[in-house]
C-alpha cells in the first residue's frame, strides 16, 4: 500500500518530491523517482509484501522500456506470475508490482482483467510514448488526475496535485452543489475544476495530445459462469455452500503479508464473518480489534467482544471518550482533500490509529451492506411500494402529521429521525430515493442555502444526472438491483471506501475489504433478490451462512452503523466550534451562503426542534475544508 504521484508534461524531479512528499503517510517506508524528459513518475512506499529492496518503486522492466508506480496488492500475483514464466517471463523479486510489469508486457492494456486486487497504477510505455493510469474494479484506491496547459497530473490524493505549478486550486460549484445533496461529490468530478477521479474498473491512455478511456469491468447480475436457468432453480442450500467457499477464498487470499496483520471487528455480521473465515484459515489466534464509545446507544464494544471470544481471537478494545473524538475533529480538513460528511470517519480514524499500534494491515467487512441488502434503506423502499397505495390525503393529514410531531430524540438512528428522513425523501422519482434518504440538503434547502445569485447558476442542473448516467445501461435490471448498483457504485465508493482510505492510510495501516472481491461481488450478484432481502428481512442468504458459525446475537442484532453522538455534541461539547466556524462573519467572507437561513438550522437544532445534524456537519466540514486549503 502506498503513494503515487506523476506528470507528463512539464515536470521535473523536485516537483515530483513535493508532490510524493504530501503523500507520506501513505508510504513512509521508501521513496522513488523516475523522470525522463517529459514523463515524471513518483512513489511512496508502505511495505507489506517483499520487503525487500526488489519491491523498490518506481520499478521498470527488464529492457527498461516500461516503468510503473503502484498503489494496492494484487491477490492473485503468484498464480499470474506462474503463468507469465510459463510464456517465458523472468522475475528478480518477490512483489506483486513486478507481475504487473510483466502482464502489460505479455497483455497490454487488457492486463487488467487479470488482476483480483484493489490497485491504483500509473504506468509509462516509453516504446509507444503513453502513460497508463488504471483503477481497480470496486474503486477502492483512489486516483486523481487533470490536464493543466497540455501535462496531465495525477496523484493518489488531491493535496498532492496541487503541489504541481500547473494545477490551480479552484472550487467548482457544481461539485460543491453534489457534495451538498450527497455529502460526497460523486465519481468522475471533484471539489475542484479541473481535477476528476479516475473511474473505477476503466484505465486511461494519455499520449500528450488526447486521452482515452477503456472500460474494463462492471458490475453485472448474471453470472458468467452459470446459466438463466440456474438463477431460476437454484436452491438456497447450494448458493449458501458456494458463498461459502467464495468468501473463505477471499478471505484466504487477503491474509497473504510480510507484515503482520488483523481483522477490524464491530460485532456485526459483516466484520465478524470476516473473523471467522480469517480464523480458520490460521494456525495461530488472528488479531481483532475494536472501538467503544461510553454513550450507551453509540458503544458496539460488547459485541465485538462477544464474538472475539466466540471466534477464539486475541482481541484488542479500546472505549473512548468524547474528548478522544473532539480533539479529531478540527484536524478532519487534513485528513479529507475533499469534503465528504461521513462523520463516522472520526470513530474509523481511532480505530485505525489504535489497530495500526499492533499491525500494519487490517481486513474489514465493506461491502456486505452494499452486497446483501443490509441497510435500512432497503427496507424503506419495501414500506414505499406499499405507502404509495394509502391515499394521499390519509398519508398528509393523518400519518405524516403524526410522524412529523414526534419529539426529536438525539439517539443513534433513532425511530423519529428515520420517519421524519423517510417522509421527506419519499416523493419525488422513486430511483432518486435512496440519495434523498441519505443524502444532507434536498433541492428546497439548498435553494435557502445558497445566495441568490450562486443558486441562479445552479438551479437548472440535474443534481441527479449521476444516478441517470448509471441508470442508462441498467434499464433492463429490476429496480432493486438498479439500487444495488448505485450503492455499490455511489455511497460505497465515494463514501465508505474513501472513509476508511483516508482514515487508515493516514495512519500509514493497510485495509483490506473481502467481500470486494469481485467473484464475491459478481457471484452476490447473480442471486435472486429474495436470497439477500427475504419479505423486511435484510441479509438473509450470508444470516443463512453464518448461522451455526457464529452466535445468534450477533447475526440477528439490529443494525447500528458506525456511529458519534453527533447530534448531541452539536449542543454542547462542538457548540463553540459550530458557532465560530457558521458565524455571520465567516459566512459572509466567503459570499456563497445565506448566513440567515443558516443561524436557524443551528437555532432549530440547539433548542431540539428538529435533528439538523446532517445539515450543520456537512456544512463544517466544508468550512473546515475551505478554510485549510484557502479555497
Same mark, same amino acid.
Given at each position: 500500500?502506498?503513494? +503515487?504521484?506523476?506528470?507528463? @508534461? ?16 501513505? @508510504? ?11 514523463? @515524471? ?23 527498461? %522500456? ?64 503513453? =502513460? ?15 490536464? &493543466? ?7 493518489? #490524493? ?16 457544481? $461539485?460543491?452543489?453534489?457534495?451538498? =445533496? ?25 499520449? @500528450? ?28 442450500? #447450494? ?41 480458520? *484459515? ?26 472475539? %471470544? ?9 472505549? =473512548? ?13 487534513? =485528513? ?41 434503506? &432497503? ?6 411500494? +406499499? ?23 438525539? %439517539?443513534?438512528? $433513532? ?6 428522513? &423517510? +417522509? ?52 433492463? #435490471? $429490476? ?61 438473509? +442468504? ?19 452503523? &458506525? ?9 454542547? #461539547? ?19 451562503? %445565506?448566513?440567515?437561513?443558516? *443561524? ?11 435533528? *439538523? ?19
Amino acid at each position: 500500500m502506498c503513494g +503515487i504521484a506523476g506528470y507528463f @508534461g512539464q515536470g521535473s524531479q523536485e516537483i515530483l518530491k513535493k508532490m510524493t512528499g504530501a503523500l507520506r503517510h501513505r @508510504g513512509p517506508d521508501d521513496e522513488g523517482f523516475y523522470v525522463d524528459n517529459n514523463v @515524471g513518475l513518483g512513489h511512496r512506499r508502505l511495505s507489506i509484501i517483499d520487503l525487500s529492496a526488489g519491491g523498490h518503486q518506481p520499478m521498470s522492466s527488464h529492457d527498461g %522500456n516500461i516503468w510503473l508506480v503502484f498503489n494496492g496488492e494484487i491477490y492473485n500475483f503468484k498464480e499470474l506470475r506462474a503463468g507469465l514464466e510459463n510464456r517465458g517471463h523472468k522475475f528478480k523479486s518477490h512483489s506483486d508490482t513486478e507481475v504487473i510489469l510483466s502482464a502489460y508486457e505479455e497483455y497490454g492494456g487488457q492486463c487488467f482483467e487479470y488482476f483480483n486486487g484493489m490497485f491504483a497504477v500509473a504506468l509509462y510505455d516509453a516504446r509507444n510514448k503513453k =502513460l497508463i493510469l488504471a483503477r481497480d474494479r470496486m474503486g477502492k484506491k483512489p486516483l486523481y488526475w487533470g490536464i &493543466f496547459n497540455n501535462t496531465l497530473v495525477f496523484a493518489s #490524493e488531491l493535496k498532492a496535485l496541487l503541489k504541481h505549478p500547473r494545477v490551480s486550486a479552484e472550487l467548482d460549484l457544481s $461539485s460543491l452543489n453534489k457534495y451538498l =445533496l450527497h455529502e460526497y461529490v460523486p465519481t468522475p468530478h471533484s471539489i475542484l475544476q479541473g481535477i476528476k477521479k479516475l473511474e473505477p474498473g476503466h484505465y486511461l491512455e494519455y499520449d @500528450g495530445r488526447a486521452v482515452k478511456k477503456k472500460k474494463f469491468w462492471d458490475i453485472t447480475f448474471q453470472s458468467s459462469i452459470t446459466s438463466a436457468s440456474w438463477r431460476n432453480q437454484l436452491r438456497i442450500e #447450494e448458493a449458501v455452500a458456494e458463498l461459502d467457499n467464495i468468501i473463505n477464498q477471499a478471505v484466504k487470499s487477503r491474509l497473504m503479508s510480510d507484515v503482520p496483520l488483523g481483522i477490524f471487528l464491530s460485532g456485526g455480521i459483516d466484520s465478524s464473518t470476516i473473523a471467522y473465515y480469517a480464523q480458520k *484459515n490460521s494456525a495461530r489466534k488472528i488479531k481483532t480489534f475494536s472501538i467503544g464509545f461510553k454513550e450507551g446507544s453509540f458503544n458496539e464494544s460488547g459485541y465485538a467482544r462477544r464474538a472475539a %471470544n466466540f471466534l477464539g481471537t486475541e482481541h484488542y478494545e479500546k472505549i =473512548l471518550s468524547a474528548d478522544d473524538s473532539l480533539k479529531l475533529i478540527p484536524k478532519i480538513a487534513d =485528513l479529507l482533500d475533499e469534503p465528504m460528511a461521513d462523520a463516522s470517519i472520526i470513530p474509523t480514524y481511532l480505530l485505525s490509529e489504535f489497530t495500526k499500534q499492533a499491525v500494519t494491515v487490517a481486513l474489514g467487512g465493506d461491502g456486505g451492506d452494499e452486497l446483501f441488502c443490509g441497510y435500512d434503506t &432497503f427496507i424503506a423502499h419495501k414500506i414505499a411500494a +406499499i405507502y404509495d397505495k394509502i391515499p394521499l390525503a390519509v398519508r398528509k393529514k393523518i400519518i405524516e402529521k403524526i410522524a412529523l410531531s414526534l419529539p426529536t430524540s438525539f %439517539n443513534n438512528i $433513532s425511530f423519529d429521525f428515520k420517519a421524519k428522513k &423517510f +417522509i421527506d425523501g419519499f416523493y419525488g422519482k422513486k430511483e432518486y430515493r435512496h440519495q434523498r434518504w441519505l443524502g444532507a440538503f434536498n433541492k428546497n434547502q439548498r435553494e435557502k442555502l445558497f445566495l441568490p445569485e450562486v443558486w441562479g447558476e445552479l438551479k437548472d442542473q440535474n443534481e441527479f444526472i449521476e444516478i441517470d448516467n448509471y441508470l442508462v445501461n441498467l434499464k433492463e #435490471e $429490476s429496480y432493486f438491483n438498479q439500487m444495488i448498483y448505485l450503492y455499490l457504485r455511489m455511497y460505497l465508493m465515494d463514501d465508505i471506501l474513501v472513509k476508511v482510505d483516508r482514515a487508515s492510510m493516514f495512519n500509514s495501516l493497510e485495509v483490506r475489504a473481502p467481500l470486494l472481491d469481485y467473484r464475491v461481488v459478481d457471484f452476490v450478484n447473480s442471486l435472486p433478490l429474495d436470497f439477500k432481502i427475504n419479505g423486511f428481512k435484510t441479509k438473509h +442468504i450470508l444470516k443463512r451462512l453464518m448461522a451455526d458459525k457464529l452466535p445468534k446475537e450477533i447475526i440477528y442484532r439490529p443494525k447500528k452503523g &458506525f456511529g458519534l453522538p453527533l447530534a448531541a455534541w452539536l449542543t454542547k #461539547e462542538l457548540k463553540p466550534l459550530v458557532v465560530d466556524l457558521l458565524s455571520e462573519t465567516r459566512i459572509k467572507k466567503r459570499g456563497l451562503f %445565506n448566513y440567515q437561513y443558516i *443561524n436557524q438550522l443551528l437555532e432549530d437544532h440547539f433548542s431540539r426542534r428538529a435533528d *439538523n445534524r446532517k445539515l450543520i456537519w456537512t456544512l463544517m466540514v466544508f468550512q473546515m475544508w475551505r478554510e485549510k486549503w484557502s479555497i
